[in-house]
Structure formats: C-alpha cells, structure tokens
C-alpha cells in the first residue's frame, strides 16, 4: 500500500512540475516586437537650458531638475493666484528654488539661492587675477529665470585676507558687478 501511495505521489507531483511549467509558457504575451507607445513631456527644457551652466554643483542640478519634472497640475492643493500661477518652493539644506508654474505645467518663473556652492572656474580665476592673495571664504549663488526674459546668474563672494574681509559680485563669467 506504501509503495501505492509513493507513485501516486510521484505522478501528482510529475503533473504539477509539468502543469507549472506550461502554464508559464502562455502567460506570455508577444506583441509583434512593437513597444507601446509613450508621450514623452519635455516642458521645461527652456529653463534646464538657461540655467544650466556646466559647472554647478550637483545638489543645485539636482533641485533644478527636481523643478523641471515636478508637475503642479497632478497636486490639487497647490496654491493658484490670481495670475493662473501655481508657486512652489523646493527645498535642500544649503538652498532653494521657488517656481511659478503656468497652468500647463511650464515654468514661468524661478527665483533661486544656494550657499556655498563651488564658483565656476571662470569665477575663480577672476577674483585670483583682480584680488591676489585673497580666498574666498563664502559665496552665495543667485540665479533668476523668467521664460521671457532669460536667466540672470550672479555670485556674492566675501573674501578673506587674514584678518580682512571685502564683500564682491560677479556673474557666472566673473565679470564683477
């Protein structure tokens, strides 16, 4: 009787293993090699464009892409004034950037600050030509961007000589302000 028991088990585990399998084999669905097709949103490419500048830290590129893909029409509590404009403010512990959107989803407007950020080396190379024998010991980046008006990038750098500090401006070429 044991040994009945022990084929009739072998079998019903055969017919599992073998059900299982070809059961996988259906679930499978073929398309004809054709993917579905996608709607790829590219919006604020304008404003990624104006704002990069190639040398910016990555927390400050990271929070203007951030800006870039957020969507204000997918978030019903947002603020809309009077204007149309949803604004929103992100946020990273040495920055921020608060955007006006239309009621598209476009960014409008940008106004944005960052402390400490590394300067560009054009930056850099200036205040070491104009200023030699100063560091800088502390600089705040401001960018603002307006669709219509374009990007303005400016650094505020204080800069020590011992026991001295001067206070300087430049925009992101060094040109000083």
């Not at 028991?5 to 585990?13: A, E, F, R, V």
């Not at 599992?16 to 490419?45: C, D, H, M, R, S």
């Amino acid at each position: 009787m044991s040994n009945l028991k022990y084929i009739i088990m072998k079998k019903l585990m055969l017919w599992l293993l073998v059900f299982g399998l070809t059961t996988q084999f259906y679930a499978q669905v073929v398309n004809n090699g054709q993917l579905p097709e996608i709607e790829v949103k590219a919006i604020n490419y304008k404003y990624l464009n104006d704002v990069n500048s190639g040398e910016v830290d990555t927390p400050v590129r990271l929070l203007e892409l951030e800006a870039a893909n957020f969507d204000p029409r997918d978030r019903k509590d947002l603020y809309e004034d009077e204007y149309g404009f949803y604004k929103v403010s992100f946020y990273i512990p040495d920055g921020m950037i608060v955007a006006a959107y239309d009621g598209n989803g476009k960014i409008v407007k940008t106004i944005e600050k960052f402390k400490d950020v590394k300067p560009p080396r054009t930056v850099i190379n200036s205040v070491a030509d104009r200023f030699p024998g100063w560091g800088i010991s502390n600089d705040v980046y401001k960018v603002t961007y307006h669709h219509k008006k374009g990007t303005n990038k400016m650094y505020k750098l204080t800069l020590k000589n011992g026991d001295e500090r001067m206070k300087v401006k430049t925009d992101e070429s060094g040109k000083f302000l």
